[in-house]
């Protein structure tokens, strides 16, 4: 898996919508194929260039630290809880900064580490529209210092990101080794 820093160039930079499409450009354009290959990104705070992570560009390797590694990380994710029934499944935002704080702890095991330290902090909903109907993306950013715990599911979890909304720059774990 690589990651490389690519200019990122749409009408509107506030609407999700049409930065995603922005970013599925740069990898069709980029790749030569359809742009479907798995990828995500974060957009960098200029809204002009996103760090996009994915097996088909050429970039920097990635690659996951070994299990006992102390690392920094940031995540910007959508916090949600599934709510299924028999028809449907649903997504209720998770709003406190303590229950933020849960979901990502309760995730970690699965994802190959465990959490030695965390901030967290709420930030406005992406605003994305569609053919006109504009719908809303609850996020939160988490930082701190993590310990990695299994080295195949971190590496896992860095190629394919945690939680919903991935495909519009949520998601993304930045990890970088603590010396």
Request: aromatic share 8%; with cysteine; glycine share 10%.
């Amino acid at each position: 898996m690589k990651q490389t820093l690519a200019p990122v160039s749409c009408n509107d930079s506030s609407n999700a919508y049409a930065i995603h499409k922005a970013v599925w450009d740069v990898m069709r354009k980029g790749v030569g194929n359809d742009g479907h290959g798995r990828y995500q990104y974060l957009l960098m705070p200029d809204r002009q260039r996103a760090l996009i992570r994915s097996a088909a560009i050429a970039g920097d390797m990635v690659g996951a630290p070994i299990s006992g590694t102390r690392c920094k990380f940031y995540i910007e994710a959508n916090p949600v809880n599934s709510i299924r029934n028999t028809k449907n499944t649903t997504y209720e935002p998770i709003i406190g900064e303590q229950e933020q704080m849960d979901w990502l702890a309760g995730r970690a095991s699965g994802c190959g580490f465990s959490i030695a330290d965390v901030d967290v902090s709420s930030m406005p909903p992406l605003r994305a529209v569609k053919n006109g109907i504009p719908w809303y993306i609850n996020r939160a950013a988490f930082s701190g210092v993590l310990i990695v715990t299994d080295q195949d599911k971190f590496a896992n979890t860095l190629h394919r990101g945690i939680g919903r909304s991935i495909s519009f720059g949520l998601g993304m774990l930045i990890a970088e080794e603590i010396k």
